[in-house]
C-alpha cells in the first residue's frame, strides 16, 4: 500500500496557533455557559417566544398585527363530571403509573393529565389508554390576532416549561423569578388591559418555587384563560 506524503509549509506559526487557541477559549466559554444556564434555570421558559419576538412592527412596538396562528397547545383529557367524587376516583386509579391533575371548570370536573405542544402529549395519552381509561386530546389554538392573544401564548409556553421541569423526578421545584420578572414587564394596554393586570397580580403572587403541590392549582388558573381558545 502507498502513502502520498505531504509536505506542510509554516508560516506565521506563531499567530495561527494564538488564532486557534483564542477560537478553541470562546467555544469552550460558549458551551459551558449553555450548560450553566440550562442547569441553573432547569424548568424554565424560553426568552424567544415573549410577545413581539415573532412579527414586530417597525415602530418596535411589542405588538402582533395579523391573524397568524401564534400557537397551538393541546390538553390531553381523562375526565369530565358533574361529581367531583367521581374525578377524584379517576385521579386514584391512574396515580401508579401517571400523576394527573383535577381542576374545575364551572360547575363541572375536568381530569387532565397536562398541557403540551400539539401532538406532544402523545404518550401521557397512550399510559392513559393503556390502564383503561379513554383519553382524548382537546386542541387550544391561540391566534396572534391581538396583544392579549400574544400575551395568553406567551404565558402558556412559559408555564409548561416550568411545569415540565418537575416531571423529573430528581427536580422538587422550580424556580419562578424569572417568570415573574417576564409577566411584570408586560403592558395592560388596549380593551382587555384589566384582564391582564389580574393575569399579572396571579403570576406576581406565585411563591418563589414551583412545587407539585403547586401544579393542579395552576393548571386549573391556565385553563381558566385558555378555555375561549378550545377549537373542535
Given amino acids: 500500500m502507498k502513502y502520498t506524503r505531504y ?7 506563531k499567530g495561527f496557533k494564538s488564532l486557534t487557541f ?5 467555544i469552550l466559554a460558549v458551551i459551558l455557559g449553555t450548560m450553566l444556564s440550562k442547569f441553573i434555570f432547569k424548568g424554565d421558559f ?24 401564534y400557537g397551538t397547545f393541546e390538553l390531553i383529557q381523562c375526565g369530565y363530571y358533574s361529581e367531583e367524587k367521581y374525578a377524584l376516583e379517576t385521579q386514584k386509579k ?5 400523576p394527573v391533575y383535577l381542576i374545575k371548570d364551572g360547575d363541572k370536573y375536568r381530569v387532565i393529565s397536562g398541557i403540551y405542544m400539539l401532538d406532544k402529549g402523545d404518550e401521557d ?17 391561540i391566534q396572534g390576532k391581538s396583544y392579549y392573544d400574544s400575551f395568553i401564548y406567551g404565558l402558556v409556553d412559559g408555564y409548561m416549561k416550568m411545569l ?12 419562578t423569578e424569572k417568570f415573574k420578572t417576564w409577566v411584570s414587564d408586560i403592558e395592560e394596554k388596549e380593551d382587555r388591559a384589566s384582564e391582564i393586570k389580574a393575569i399579572k397580580e396571579h403570576v406576581n403572587n406565585l411563591p418563589a418555587e414551583l412545587t407539585r403541590d403547586n ?7 391556565l385553563y381558566s384563560l385558555i378555555g375561549p381558545y378550545k377549537s373542535s
Fill in 7 to 13: 509536505n506542510y509549509k509554516k508560516k506565521n506559526d
Fill in 22 to 26: 483564542f477560537i478553541t477559549i470562546v
Fill in 46 to 69: 424560553s426568552i424567544e417566544d415573549i410577545i413581539g419576538t415573532k412579527d414586530k412592527p417597525s415602530n418596535n412596538e411589542t405588538q402582533v398585527t395579523d391573524s397568524k396562528v
Fill in 94 to 98: 391512574l396515580s401508579g403509573t401517571i
Fill in 125 to 141: 395519552k397512550n399510559k392513559i389508554t393503556s390502564l383503561g381509561t379513554q383519553a382524548v386530546r382537546l386542541k387550544i389554538d
Fill in 164 to 175: 415540565d421541569g418537575l416531571k423529573d423526578s430528581s427536580v422538587k421545584s422550580v424556580t
Fill in 215 to 221: 401544579i393542579s392549582g395552576e393548571l386549573e388558573f
